[in-house]
T-cell receptor, first 114, second 115 residues
Framework: AQSVAQPEDQVNVAEGNPLTVKCTYSVSGNPYLFWYVQYPNRGLQFLLKYITGDNLVKGSYGFEAEFNKSQTSFHLKKPSALVSDSALYFC????????????FGGGTRLMVKP | SQTIHQWPATLVQPVGSPLSLECTVEGTSNPNLYWYRQAAGRGLQLLFYSVGIGQISSEVPQNLSASRPQDRQFILSSKKLLLSDSGFYLCAGTVSTGQNTGELFFGEGSRLTVL
């Protein structure tokens, strides 16, 4: 079975500081990993994904994530946070060895304060 | 590009009234389609998914139902709404990249308030 955990309900960071939103996963095969962002009263928007290859993945709006197989993690990062980055972030995983549906984490609310 | 249109965007309905939320897909054919519910701006609960016309799988027993009358149309319905049906409903479809990664694209959501 596949699962994903976002251990922080909320992350607070000051504008201009680096941010990290954590995600860990569990799969039996190889993972496909995704980050999505949701602004208030909007649908989820795709940020980035890891399928194979380079462990550091760059995505939209200056975000990046690092795939760490030994720690089964896929943390989302940004060197310098903007107030406009404040939103709800979802990590998702699909096990290439089991079915074709994504499993989503519970979401982490990012609050960037000026 | 692949897009999903959902309507209505907002809906206020009395308890016991019927419901119909519609989702249509553009830019791809034969997608897997999904209905999620999100309560209070938190996690996503998968309600239904469909791999093709007339094929519906239910993930959570409830008074909601789903139908897929056409390849690019997915409808969420209820005969009698409950207060607990209030929430933000999201339709999603699989991105057709040829890799079968499971990547999804989402509609803008429909906010349902049951009074």
């Amino acid at each position: 079975a596949q699962s994903v955990a976002q251990p922080e309900d909320q992350v607070n960071v000051a504008e201009g500081n680096p941010l990290t939103v954590k995600c860990t996963y569990s799969v039996s095969g190889n993972p496909y990993l995704f980050w999505y962002v949701q602004y208030p009263n909007r649908g989820l928007q795709f940020l980035l994904k890891y399928i194979t290859g380079d462990n550091l993945v760059k995505g939209s709006y200056g975000f990046e994530a690092e795939f760490n197989k030994s720690q089964t993690s896929f943390h989302l990062k940004k060197p310098s946070a903007l107030v406009s980055d404040s939103a709800l972030y979802f990590c998702a995983v699909r096990d290439d060895n089991a079915g074709n549906m994504l499993t989503f984490g519970g979401g982490t609310r990012l609050m960037v304060k000026p | 590009s692949q897009t999903i249109h959902q309507w209505p965007a907002t809906l206020v309905q009395p308890v016991g009234s019927p419901l119909s939320l519609e989702c249509t897909v553009e830019g791809t054919s034969n997608p897997n389609l999904y209905w999620y519910r999100q309560a209070a701006g938190r996690g996503l609960q998968l309600l239904f998914y469909s791999v093709g016309i007339g094929q519906i799988s239910s993930e959570v027993p409830q008074n909601l139902s789903a139908s897929r009358p056409q390849d690019r149309q997915f409808i969420l319905s209820s005969k009698k709404l409950l207060l607990s049906d209030s929430g933000f409903y999201l339709c999603a479809g699989t991105v057709s990249t040829g890799q079968n990664t499971g990547e999804l694209f989402f509609g803008e959501g429909s906010r349902l308030t049951v009074l």
